[in-house]
């Protein structure tokens, strides 16, 4: 890795209890990677031969049901980590990873994660409460495809994503950088058009504004 990458890995949270000692280490495995746009890491199956974190840019966790359709599992950037279920497990792939941006991405093998599980374990708390927070989130996402309407999960994913990604202006606003109508409509399981629509509503009845690629939201609606 360059020069900056110990600070680099102290920004991401998986690595933040780490000394500076096991900061090195870290550096020493770590590769970096500079993928396109609409490109796939990993598809649905493949062996799991490493973990990775963003580093810069947007993911998408993709599956396909057993009609073709696709489903978004998640969107993940700067600081996420994902891959590392499949090596937890020694399991295939459970879903494909496609990048939404340009992306930069640190790769670890899993020999050398495995060895960094180990050897830190400050590494294997922080994993602890990753896989934790993502559980929740899935089975509020899961609880929120079985009981909420149409517009109550297009809300949810809009202020999911303002938590997430979302960038605090200072002035009662976040801003987001807003996936396409037919990536949130394949993560909350309904039309494009429909998204479409709704979003147009939001715009007119709440605190969301939307400029380009960006959606903005009043900050008190994340309280």
């Known amino acids: 890795m360059t020069a900056h990458a110990p600070k680099l890995l102290k920004e991401i949270e998986l690595f ?13 495995l770590a590769q970096i990677k500079k993928i396109e746009t609409d490109t796939t890491i990993f598809h649905e199956g493949d062996d799991a031969d490493a973990v990775f974190v963003v580093v810069e840019g947007r993911v998408k966790l993709v ?23 499949g090596l937890l497990e020694t399991a295939p792939r459970s879903a494909s990873v496609v990048t939404i941006t340009e992306v930069e991405l640190l790769v670890i093998k899993r020999s050398d994660f495995d060895h960094l ?8 708390r922080k994993l602890m409460a990753i896989l934790s927070r993502r559980l929740r989130r899935a089975n ?49 399981g309904t039309s494009r058009e429909t998204v479409s629509r709704l979003i147009n509503e939001f715009e007119e009845g ?18």
């Open 16 to 28: 933040s209890e780490l000394n500076d000692q096991d900061i090195k280490e870290v550096a020493g």
């Open 63 to 85: 599956t396909t049901s057993t009609d073709g359709k696709e489903f978004i599992l998640s969107v993940l950037g700067a600081g996420q980590v994902f891959g590392e279920m």
């Open 117 to 124: 599980l180990t050897s830190s374990p400050g590494i294997s």
């Open 140 to 188: 509020s996402k899961m609880e929120s495809l079985a009981y909420m309407d149409v517009a109550g999960r297009l809300a949810r994913y809009l202020l999911d994503m303002a938590l997430d990604h979302g960038n605090r202006l200072g002035n009662g606003w976040v801003v987001v950088r807003r996936p396409t109508h037919s990536d949130i409509a394949h993560s909350i």
């Open 206 to 223: 709440f605190g969301l504004v939307n400029k380009g690629k960006f959606t903005y939201i009043r900050e008190n609606l994340l309280e």
